[in-house]
């Protein structure tokens, strides 16, 4: 149990928007950053030339700290997104795609810089691809993506589907890296995967169906119903 001192938080708070006005870059992580009302304090003790920098799954955006972000110029969107449709329903449980979308325009129509944060794993070792050909599709450039290898926990990685799948996955990479801009960030995160498939690793294909099954049975949900994961592992 972590036990949280009211008073140094209360204090850290203070000390925080007192000198708000002072800050030059501010990065506003979370948990979910978009629905922490201290971030909407924040952003009103700002000065207005203030470069932010906001990491969001986008999941709600009617609050006052989208509100208070938009009013900036300077901003750069990190959006938390792995996939489309039923799937990023899925890995992203109690978020709607439609709705995402549509967060997504509003924040388009902002003029910000916005950027995809990409996890590549075991439930979208090819989508992920099919998802950054999506959004170019809606006219973001390769420099807008960067996909990292999920390590942990490592039944979810990728690594561990079977011997076929990860040769196919190599040649699709190796082909992707040859098409990419080697100046952006899709492609270093494509080179990037690569060597993630080559370095070793001590298969835990036995446990991905049971933790699968185990988050189902948190979530009310049957991953057979959205993935077929069974013919990668």
Known sequence: TIEVNEKQLAQTKEYV???????KNVYLAGGEPLLMKENSELLDRLDPSCTVRINTNLSNIKGPVFKRASKFKDVHWTISVETVGAEFE???????????????????QLDHKI??????????????????????????SENSFVIGALTSPLAFDVRNCNSNTLQ????????????AN???????SYVNMLKHLDENFDKQSNKTI??????DKRRGQNYKNVFDIDKYL
């Open 90 to 108: 899925y890995i992203r449980y109690g978020a709607v795609w439609d709705t995402f979308l549509e967060n997504l325009e509003a924040v388009k």
């Open 210 to 215: 049971q933790k699968l099954e185990e988050m």
């Open 168 to 179: 196919d996955l190599q040649s699709h990479l190796k082909m992707r890296i040859q098409g």
């Open 17 to 23: 928007l007192a000198n708000a006005p002072n800050l």
């Open 182 to 188: 080697r100046d952006y960030f899709l492609h270093n």
């Open 115 to 140: 950027s995809f944060n990409m996890l590549w794993f075991i439930l979208n070792p090819y989508s992920v691809f099919d998802t950054v050909d999506y959004f170019k599709a809606l006219g973001y």
